[in-house]
């Protein structure tokens, strides 16, 4: 099992829609989870982090957690073609004192 | 808050010339700093992670004698490619954090390279 997994996509969605990109992590120790977008061509820029159970909402941004299940997701509300990224969860490995980064889900919001 | 800079944007050179890419947080201190190279259309591939005044601590397969970094203050970290070649090419991105090697990380804009 990889240590953080992401679907690649693309995942596409209209225009308005809800973006729902999903992540798994093999590290129980995990504690702090981390969403960052990423253009083509630029570096990766943060939108979030969640360190607890539950949702954290930040504008149309939210992250939700569920560490029993070792799960963290992002949704996008009103989805607009200027999120049209990729989007790579990065999740604390404690035990090797390093944060791990998931290959990424690519979004296409089609106008 | 939390601004990285990386310089140079940009960089095209010979094969065989060594570069030196310099990344600098601006407004807090970075006690962690991470070196990252990726391909076009492929993930980020962490190269190096690297704590103020210490040796660089390098992921396995990354050549610790071609690609030098520096952390010599809270603020810069430099890596430095010796005897570039082609194959060297890549977009070469820094990142800094302020809590350390589990924290959140701040990605500086990135630096292309191209080795003809």
């Known amino acids: 099992q990889k240590e953080v997994e992401q679907n690649s996509g693309p995942l596409s969605v209209p225009e308005g829609a809800i973006a729902s990109l999903n992540c798994t992590y093999s590290d129980r120790g995990s504690q702090s989870f981390f969403w960052y977008r990423q253009y083509s061509g630029k570096s990766p820029e943060l939108i979030m982090s969640?360190?607890?159970?539950g949702d954290k909402e930040d504008g149309r941004f939210t992250a939700q957690l569920n560490k029993a299940s070792q799960y963290v997701s992002l949704l996008i509300r009103d989805s607009q073609p200027s999120d049209s990224a990729t989007y790579l969860c990065?999740?604390?490995?404690?035990?090797?004192?390093?944060?791990?980064f998931g290959p990424g889900t690519s979004l296409s919001v089609i106008p | 808050g939390a601004v990285v800079s990386q310089h140079p944007s940009r960089v095209i050179c010979k094969s065989g010339t060594s570069v030196k890419i310099e990344c600098r947080s601006l407004?807090?201190?970075?006690?962690?700093m991470f070196w990252y190279r990726q391909f076009p259309k492929q993930s980020l591939m962490l190269m190096a992670t690297?704590?103020?005044?210490?040796?660089?601590?390098?992921e396995q397969g990354v050549e610790k004698d071609k690609f030098l970094i520096n952390h010599a203050s809270l603020t810069l970290s430099t890596l430095t490619v010796t005897s570039a070649h082609p194959e060297d090419s890549s977009f070469y991105i820094c990142?800094?954090?302020?809590?350390?090697?589990?924290?959140?990380?701040?990605f500086g804009p990135g630096t292309r390279l191209t080795v003809l």
């Open positions: 990065a999740v604390n490995r404690p035990s090797y004192d390093k944060v791990i």
């Open positions: 690297s704590n103020e005044g210490s040796k660089a601590t390098y």
């Open positions: 969640i360190y607890s159970n």
């Open positions: 990142s800094a954090s302020g809590g350390g090697s589990t924290d959140t990380q701040y």
């Open positions: 407004d807090f201190q970075a006690t962690t």
